[in-house]
């Protein structure tokens, strides 16, 4: 599915809208760059900050079944 | 375990943004999920489509304000 990406031309201002997820509330900053890392390599990822330990993407699927994967599987 | 949030990203300008955070205000903070950085929020799905007509319609008042009576003619006055 092709990431649903809609331009908006106001008064020659561009605003582009993405619909996707926000993940938020990492528990370590390993886990943020673990699964920012993750997304990235599914060319999911559309933005993210170390600081604010929080990233969008535009599908959550596959991220939340490698979570679960990995929670379950004990790895860290 | 992180949380995720449904929602549409939103890149603006971030004098757009400035707009966009105003009408979330006006408006009890309807539309906008997280305000991330100067030129990215993420706003409500459900929103997106009353955020944009909102906005454009600030726009187009900002715009005659500045145009004033630079006069076009497809507006008549």
Known sequence: VVDQIRLWQIEGERMKATQGFLFKDFTTAQDFEDVARYAGELGVLKWKSVQKRCMFVTRHEQIAEWLKRRAAGGKR | ?77
């Open chain 2, 1 to 77: 375990m992180p949380r995720a949030v449904k929602g549409v990203l939103v890149e603006c300008d971030p004098s757009i943004k400035a707009i966009i955070l105003k009408i979330d205000e006006d408006h009890h903070h309807a539309f906008i999920v997280e305000d991330l950085d100067e030129d990215h929020l993420v706003v409500k799905e459900a929103k997106l489509a009353e955020l944009k007509e909102r906005l454009e319609k600030i726009l187009e008042k900002t715009q005659m304000m500045e145009k004033d009576d630079d006069s076009d003619p497809d507006q008549p006055g």
